[in-house]
């Protein structure tokens, strides 16, 4: 690595500080309960979020294929459990009623949102600290 772009330790204390916010966060906003407190989650909800605004839902297989272990059967229970506490909606295709999509909740979205705006300003935040050095 160039001596132009290695950071201080200043600077790395920082964003180590802004990242464990956002964690820290994230399960406030599940009020710490532990299963969505794992990386699995995180991909399986935001992941659901990002294409349901992009009106391209995913389906039950995408979404198992966004998170990165457990077998099918473990990805599948994710989802059933995230679908029984209200986090996320199983809706049929329309046009193939043997596919089913994965789409957040209202209840998701707003807690989402509450969250990632929180976020992005303590990470705003600590950009701006970081760029007046």
């Given amino acids: 690595m ?3 772009i290695k950071r201080s330790k200043k600077d790395l204390l920082l964003w180590m500080e802004a990242l464990e916010l956002y964690v820290r966060d994230w399960d406030e906003t599940f009020d710490y309960k532990a299963n969505y407190f794992t990386q699995e989650f995180w991909y399986l909800l935001v992941n659901c979020m990002i294409n349901d605004w992009k009106g ?3 389906s039950v297989s995408g979404a198992c294929q966004h998170m990165k272990s457990g077998s099918n059967r473990t990805r599948e229970e994710r989802i059933r459990k995230a679908v029984s506490d209200g986090y996320l909606i199983k809706r049929r295709s329309e046009s ?4 089913a999509f994965v789409v957040p909740s ?5 807690m989402m949102v509450a969250h ?3 976020t992005l300003k303590i990470v705003t935040d600590t950009l701006s600290e970081l760029d007046q050095d």
């Fill in 2 to 4: 160039s001596d132009s």
């Fill in 56 to 58: 391209t839902p995913l």
């Fill in 96 to 99: 193939d009623h043997r596919q």
């Fill in 106 to 110: 209202k209840k998701l979205e707003e």
């Fill in 116 to 118: 990632f705006e929180r």
